[in-house]
């Protein structure tokens, strides 16, 4: 069994920032690709910011330059450092990762989600 446990979301004014964090515990053999997305009230859930266990990074277009995605593969965690926030930065942030139990399967799980806050 794979949890993955979210913190550090809360109530920022615009231009402030926010440090989110997810750490993967249970079965873990290895944690591949690991990424953030976010779901805003009436709209679909999107994809935020992803990195693979090598480094690479990819971001949506509305956060390049404002939010950094980094990762601890030693402690199978995954942050998303959040800066010049926005009031449309305003969601449920989640927390995906692809777990590997063991040598042979791939699995995907979710977070429960952060509530992130921003006021203008």
């Known amino acids: 069994q794979v949890q993955l446990v979210e913190s550090g979301g809360g109530l ?7 440090r989110l964090s997810c750490a993967a515990s249970g079965s873990v ?6 990424g953030w997305y976010r779901q805003a009230p009436g709209k679909q859930r999107e994809l935020v ?3 693979s266990s090598l480094g690479s ?3 949506a277009d ?21 800066n010049s926030l926005k ?9 995906n990762a692809d777990i590997m139990p063991d040598t042979r399967f791939q699995y995907g799980y979710w977070g429960q989600g952060t509530q992130v806050t921003v006021s203008s």
Do not use: W
């Open 57 to 59: 990074t990819r971001y």
């Open 12 to 18: 920022v004014q615009a231009g402030g920032s926010l």
């Open 87 to 95: 009031p449309e930065d305003t969601a449920v942030y989640y927390c």
């Open 49 to 51: 910011a992803i990195i």
């Open 29 to 34: 053999f290895r944690a591949n690709d690991m």
């Open 62 to 82: 509305s956060v390049k330059g404002r939010f950094t995605i980094s990762r601890d593969n030693a402690k199978n965690t995954v942050y998303l450092q959040m």
